[in-house]
């Protein structure tokens, strides 16, 4: 096995190690050359966790994605048509791209690009940055082989960020937000070279070229980064955030807000359901000291979709059930909080717990994640396998549901009182000794 492989299976949880299972098996019956590249292997390499899975292969990668689906039951969330891309959500919440290899060409800054099939080497080179642009092969008979065309593994050493041509913040603009949002996650530097020309880009005013449904992808992107405040600081700090909204800066820009919002974010479990979740409460702090027409001008640069807007404009009146069911007089054990909270939406959890101002709702949440969630963890295999009926069947998940609430509401038990330890009583003096004779013994005792 190649200690690249055996990296990536260590870094990779079980659900993700069996989509990259399921989509080399599509991809050997499809009889074309699939690798791992991108986001992925830069982080497996970096040593941080891997997020999403990007997948590459060298022909019709469509096809392989479709045939991806059929095989596991996943669904598509998106297309893109143009680079002949296609992103796949798996049962297990596991997310992977699945793209085909491919050469882009601009005839100009900003503009759409020219999308040719290309060998994997050729895709590597005309990646952004030297981090992304390394791939894995997950071929029979090559697996394991690491192609780095552009060097990209010394940067990731060097912890360093380097742009993979002259041109590429002119062919593509949107790099320049890539860049910072990169640069606060991964706590990197940006290569001297690099600097130049992200100047020379900045000084051509290329920014301005960015489409806005680009601004509207790179907000959701921000949403689900670990520390958004700190990309949004830095954005602000490179006059790039106005891009978005020029109200967004000075004490309009409500970084406390979402300073909490991202403290919030981290009692939710590490996944993609709840990531995606994020943007809806996430644009709700980001405007909250907006005007109604300053929102209206952030909607219209970013030109976000109805299906983008609902889960921010609509969340306050959605997720007002969940605070009202939390405060009800009802609510009086562990079982019935659980209760609630698992049947709510993640956004609708994210949202309260940035909005609600009521004490009881707030810990009932907090509990519920620090407290329930770690206690059902311990339960055993074996005590699960006492739950009668078949596992999916009505009876079974009563059953299981009764369990729960057992294994929550039964009181602690209290540790033993120890025995108290008998003192031998004290030796009164002899009667012989005089007064002062006796005072000086007890004086040494206590002493």
């Not at 949880?13 to 791992?36: G, I, M, T």
């Not at 008979?141 to 065309?149: E, M, T, W």
């Amino acid at each position: 096995m190649s200690d690249y492989v055996y990296m990536l299976e260590s870094h990779l949880s079980p659900d993700q190690n069996r989509v990259v299972e399921d989509v080399q098996q599509a991809a050997a019956q499809s009889n074309v050359n699939l690798f791992l590249t991108g986001g992925a292997m830069r982080d497996m390499l970096a040593g941080l966790r891997i997020r999403d899975l990007d997948f590459v292969v060298e022909g019709a990668a469509l096809k392989v994605a479709k045939a991806i689906c059929e095989r596991t039951g996943a669904r598509t969330v998106s297309v893109d048509e143009i680079r002949k891309s296609a992103e796949l959500l798996f049962a297990s919440g596991v997310t992977a791209q699945v793209a085909m290899s491919r050469q882009e060409k601009y005839s100009r800054a900003g503009g759409r690009p020219q999308v040719t099939p290309a060998t994997i080497q050729e895709d590597l080179r005309g990646r952004d940055f030297t981090c992304n642009a390394i791939a894995l092969s997950l071929n029979k008979a090559s697996r394991g082989l690491l192609l780095d065309p552009m060097n990209g593994l010394a940067d990731i050493e060097r912890h360093e960020l380097r742009a993979t041509g002259t041109y590429g913040f002119y062919d593509d603009p949107s790099r320049l937000l890539r860049l910072i949002r990169f640069r606060v996650r991964l706590q990197f530097t940006i290569e001297e070279r690099t600097q130049m020309q992200v100047a020379n880009a900045r000084e051509a005013e290329v920014e301005k070229l960015i489409p806005p449904r680009t601004l509207a992808e790179e907000l959701k992107r921000i949403s689900m980064e670990d520390n958004p405040s700190a990309i949004l600081t830095a954005l602000e700090e490179a006059g790039l955030l106005a891009l978005f909204s020029p109200a967004l800066t000075g004490p309009k820009l409500n970084l406390a807000g979402i300073q909490r919002f991202e403290k919030n974010s981290k009692l939710l479990p590490e996944d993609s359901a709840s990531r995606t979740a994020r943007f809806g409460p996430f644009l709700y702090a980001l405007t909250e000291k907006l005007s109604p027409k300053e929102k209206q001008a952030l909607i219209k640069a970013t030109e976000m979709t109805k299906a983008e807007l609902e889960p921010w404009q609509k969340i306050e009146a959605r997720a007002k059930k969940l605070e009202t069911s939390l405060r009800a007089a009802r609510v009086k054990k562990a079982s019935h909080v659980y209760q609630i909270m698992t049947a709510a939406q993640p956004d609708e959890i994210l949202f309260q717990l940035y909005h609600s101002t009521f004490k009881p709702v707030q810990e009932r949440m907090r509990n519920y994640y620090q407290k329930y969630l770690p206690l059902l963890q311990e339960i055993t295999p074996e005590e699960w396998a006492t739950i009668e009926g078949k596992p999916g069947t009505p009876k079974y998940n009563k059953a299981r549901d009764t369990f729960i609430a057992v294994r929550l509401d039964r009181k602690p038990k209290k540790p033993p009182v120890p025995e108290p330890v008998p003192t031998a009583p004290a030796t009164p003096p002899p009667t012989n000794w005089s007064p002062a004779e006796a005072a000086a013994a007890r004086r040494g005792r206590q002493g």
